[in-house]
Each structure stands twice: as structure tokens, then as C-alpha cells.
């Protein structure tokens, strides 16, 4: 299967000055920076691995998210806005 647009074309050096010009003008626009790196990167993983890249980025993504040690930071700040409620941190 072809690719949409070939990117291994541009070299590394080249394709990682693209990346930075896409992430730093898409930051310019007023996109939140969790966007913008989720597009590029998207952009980029299809550009340069194909279409074969999204498997890839759905088991990563997956993999991340299961991950029972980002389970703590959610119960950590809870935490802390139950004793900020209550009042105990005072």
C-alpha cells in the first residue's frame, strides 16, 4: 500500500526540522499543546511508517493506559482535594 505522503524522503535531519516547524506554528495558531503534539506526531508516524503505524499507536496508547502506576497520580490528587475540603491540611 502507498503511502499518503512520504517523509523518509526528507532525511532526518530534515523531517525533524519540519516536525519542530509544524509543532511550533501549530502552537502559534492558539491549539492547546495536547492537540498539537498528538497531531503532529500522528501526522509524522503516518508519513513515515505508512499506514502500518496505526496498530503501533492503538497497542501504545492502550498499553500506557493500563498501566496501574498512572493509577496513583488521579488517587494522589484526590487526596489532596479531600484535605483541602476537610480541612485536615490546615
Known amino acids: 500500500m502507498e503511502h499518503l505522503f512520504n517523509l523518509q524522503s526528507l532525511g532526518i535531519e530534515m523531517?525533524?526540522?519540519?516536525?519542530?516547524?509544524m509543532l511550533?506554528?501549530?502552537l502559534l495558531t492558539g491549539m492547546p499543546l495536547a492537540f498539537v503534539t498528538l497531531l503532529v506526531a500522528l501526522?509524522?508516524?503516518l508519513g513515515w511508517?505508512?499506514?502500518?503505524?496505526i496498530p503501533l499507536i492503538?497497542?501504545?496508547v492502550y498499553s500506557f493506559v493500563m498501566n496501574f502506576?498512572?493509577?496513583s497520580?488521579?488517587?494522589?490528587?484526590l487526596m489532596a482535594a479531600?484535605?483541602?475540603?476537610?480541612?485536615i491540611a490546615r
Open 82 to 87: 479531600i484535605l483541602d475540603r476537610s480541612g
Open 15 to 21: 523531517g525533524t526540522l519540519v516536525m519542530f516547524g
Open 49 to 53: 511508517f505508512g499506514p502500518m503505524s
Open 58 to 60: 492503538t497497542s501504545r
Open 43 to 45: 501526522i509524522f508516524a
Open 24 to 26: 511550533v506554528l501549530l
Open 69 to 71: 502506576v498512572f493509577v
Open 73 to 77: 497520580v488521579p488517587m494522589f490528587v
